[in-house]
């Protein structure tokens, strides 16, 4: 079994937060709360690599980076 670890970008809306993975286009999520959408998030991952292996594609690699900036603001 083959490990991959993907980005995830969680953004708070009006009614709780949604989710995504820039390297898995068109999978998004949303919940009412943080830990409910990520439960969501992962088990969308889950599935989308099983319908990609199920279609015969490549189950895409994680190519997105993510880093936390200290930025001044004045």
């Given at each position: ?52 292996l199920a279609d015969g594609l490549e189950v895409?690699e994680p190519t997105t980076k993510s880093e ?7």
């Amino acid at each position: 079994m083959t490990h991959k670890q993907y980005i995830a970008i969680f953004e708070r809306t009006e009614t709780g937060y949604s989710a995504y993975c820039p390297d898995l286009p068109g999978l998004g999520v949303a919940g009412k709360t943080y830990a409910e959408t990520k439960k969501l998030l992962v088990e969308g991952i889950d599935i989308y690599i099983e319908e990609c292996l199920a279609d015969g594609l490549e189950v895409p690699e994680p190519t997105t980076k993510s880093e936390c900036l200290d930025v001044r603001v004045a």
